[in-house]
């Protein structure tokens, strides 16, 4: 187990937002925050997966509802921290149990941050490691799920002083129809904590070693900086990832609806793909792209839009009219990809009838033909 220094801390969070694939939440203000804990004397914890004692119990803190540019985000991050916090609270009190450490339930930019300010006001470490390995927009979007784990007892918190304790659902599809609902009418954002489990059976059932993959990837962008390298490449180097598209922002558009922004983004070509148009659509995270309207890359795949000078994500809707932005894609967790997975990240879940193809054999790409 080891302290994060303010650089890692910073390196982790810039590393989660590019894997949170648009979504994720806003990495802005949970960098201001951990800034203001640092200040404060607030220390930040990172245990090993082989850390945490097989009778100890973990669980997760994480903020519900749809994504906000920068100028609308209308409330104070430490307010989500305040709702998750509660939540976490009510479900030690409810399970009658103190956790060992927290996890964040996806990596992405705010989720990572929330994660960590829960963590570090309990004076407990958070686990190198989540349930996803990118950022998803819906909770049964999660390894837990895919190995028919429960997300419950779960434990929701709202600005508004409500508390609720979700003793079990039918399922995790259940479960998510829920708790949006609760969302929608909470200003889109509620406070949940979720997935109690002992340390035997979480170590089994989650995806080891995610933050410290973040951190380094958070790290190399830094370093890009520092050396004048281009920091988008060396992004893709250390992610094992393609180069989808490079140009100009020509058309946006997005909405909440049902507790989720959903919209799209158009990019024109420059240099190498001028002559061409790039399409993302997005349900908090970008789920699905098409090179001139054939479709390119599908989820599980992870699809992120960055800033060409500085290899930072651009996170959904901060996309805008007029930004500069290159696209890349990087091939997902296996466990992803496989039958259980894809029927629950797969393109056909969020609507679209076409079979998931892995990016590295997208021939466009240079890959071998699967046919």
Request: hydrophobic content about 40%; aromatic content about 8%.
């Amino acid at each position: 187990m080891r302290t994060l220094n303010k650089q890692e801390l910073e390196d982790l969070i810039r590393g989660c937002a590019i894997l949170g694939t648009g979504g994720g939440g806003n990495p802005k203000p949970g960098l201001a925050a951990i800034q203001a804990d640092l200040q404060q004397g607030r220390v930040f914890k990172l245990a090993k997966l082989e850390e945490v004692p097989d009778a100890a119990w973990v669980a997760t803190p994480s903020i519900f509802g749809g994504v906000f540019p920068d100028e609308g985000i209308g409330r104070a991050f430490q307010d989500d921290v305040t709702e998750c916090l509660r939540a976490f609270e009510t479900l030690e009190d409810y399970l009658g149990k103190r956790f060992f450490a927290a996890f964040p339930a996806e990596i992405g930019g705010a989720a990572a941050a929330e994660a960590l300010a829960v963590a570090t006001r309990q004076g407990i470490p958070i686990i190198d490691a989540d349930a996803v390995g990118r950022s998803v927009p819906e909770l049964q979007h999660s390894m837990f799920n895919v190995q028919q784990m429960p997300s419950t007892p779960l434990a929701v918190a709202t600005t508004r002083g409500d508390i609720i304790l979700l003793k079990e659902v039918a399922d995790d599809l259940r479960g998510e129809t829920i708790i949006r609902a609760l969302a929608v009418i909470n200003d889109n954002n509620i406070g949940v904590a979720s997935h109690p489990l002992e340390g035997r059976s979480f170590k089994k059932s989650i995806i080891p070693g995610t933050l410290s993959k973040a951190m380094a990837i958070g790290a190399v962008v830094r370093e890009a900086h520092f050396s004048g390298t281009d920091p988008v490449e060396a992004v893709i180097t250390a992610q094992k990832g393609y180069l989808l598209f490079e140009g100009k922002v020509i058309e946006t558009s997005w909405k909440l609806k049902g507790g989720f922004t959903t919209g799209e983004s158009i990019v024109s070509g420059v240099d190498a793909y001028l002559g061409h148009q790039y399409r993302i659509w997005y349900k908090n995270e970008n789920i699905i792209s098409w090179f001139d309207d054939q479709p390119d890359v599908t989820v599980p795949d992870l699809i992120c839009v960055l800033d060409p000078k500085t290899g930072e994500a651009i996170t959904n809707p901060n996309c805008k009219k007029g930004m500069d932005v290159v696209v890349i894609g990087c091939p997902a967790p296996s466990i992803w990809r496989s039958p259980r997975g894809l029927e629950l990240l797969g393109p056909r879940h969020f609507g679209y009838v076409m079979d998931y193809r892995k990016i590295e054999e997208n021939r466009r790409l240079g890959g071998a033909d699967p046919n």
